[in-house]
């Protein structure tokens, strides 16, 4: 993001000036990224891309997203 948000700043006018639309570009907080789906799907595929074992993959964020506080965890691989 940057001081007071400039790198956010240069992205819109980057974005703006692409599209020749006004954008608003949001920031949210996640306060716990293991237990949000999203993220730890993100870092599973970056770490199979980067050739990781799955089985190792899978473990790891499984362990990571359990000692969080998750009631239970489901990762599938194709």
Avoid: C, W
Wanted: no cysteine; proline share 4%.
């Amino acid at each position: 993001m940057g001081k007071n948000g400039e790198k956010l700043k240069k992205f819109e006018d980057k974005v703006q000036k692409k599209f020749d639309k006004p954008f608003k570009v949001t920031v949210k907080e996640v306060r716990n990224p293991e237990l949000s789906a999203k993220v730890m799907a993100e870092y599973v595929a970056h770490q199979l891309e980067n050739r990781m074992p799955y089985r190792r993959v899978a473990k790891s964020a499984m362990q990571k997203i359990m000692e969080k506080g998750a009631i239970g965890v489901k990762i599938q691989v194709g």
